[in-house]
């Protein structure tokens, strides 16, 4: 049967939890050490659905065999434009090209709703890891290396920052229809 790339439930979570577990105990794309429970999961999935986010699961045979979503770059209104992507794939599914199914989706999705960049933030990102290649192959490019940032199974894990620009990037004045300006306005905010 083939792949489907569709929005996240909340009855994912359970399955998406369980992926996440793996990264956190036995991966070093994530810092966290401690697997998130299935509430806190649940918490992080709400606050990307109240923000407008997207947040994508990649299925096969109604099994969820990845996950990827953007989420706020940081919180200040003038980082509104950007997006931080995350994605994470099921140990029996990597290298089955679901990632770039699901990262392409994702870029999609952003560039609909008027993002204009997306970042990636890559833990252990050294040049022959599967992220890195991923996001080189999307186009993205390196733009910042923090050495032994992280300390993660015994060693010192550097993150790697790359980016992506759509839209326009910063070439272009904001969109005054785009989900992030019409967002920030509502608030009471000023474009």
């Known amino acids: 049967m083939s792949m489907t790339i569709r929005h996240a439930l909340p009855d994912d979570l359970d399955r998406i939890t369980e992926i996440y577990t793996d990264a956190v105990l036995n991966g070093t794309a994530s810092y966290e050490l401690e697997p ?15 923000g407008g986010y997207p947040y994508l699961v990649a299925e096969r045979d109604g099994i969820i065999l990845g996950y990827a979503y953007a989420g706020p770059f940081r919180a200040r209104p003038a980082y509104r434009f950007i997006v931080e992507d995350s994605i994470y794939i099921a140990p029996e599914a990597k290298g089955t090209g679901i990632g770039k ?4 989706a994702l870029i999609d ?9 997306i970042i990636a933030v890559i833990g252990d990102g050294h040049a022959d890891s ?12 390196h733009t910042g290396r923090m050495e032994g940032s992280g300390y993660k199974h015994g060693r010192w894990l550097d993150t790697v920052f790359m980016q992506l620009a759509m839209n326009g990037g910063a070439t272009l004045p904001p969109d005054a229809n785009s989900m992030p300006e019409r967002r920030f306005v509502a608030k009471g905010g000023k474009g």
């Open 130 to 141: 599967a992220s890195v290649r991923l996001h080189e192959r999307l186009g993205f490019h």
């Open 36 to 50: 998130p429970t299935r509430a806190e999961m649940g918490a992080r999935y709400e606050a990307l659905m109240e």
């Open 101 to 104: 199914a699901l990262m392409q």
């Open 109 to 117: 999705e952003a560039t609909i709703l008027g993002f204009r960049q």
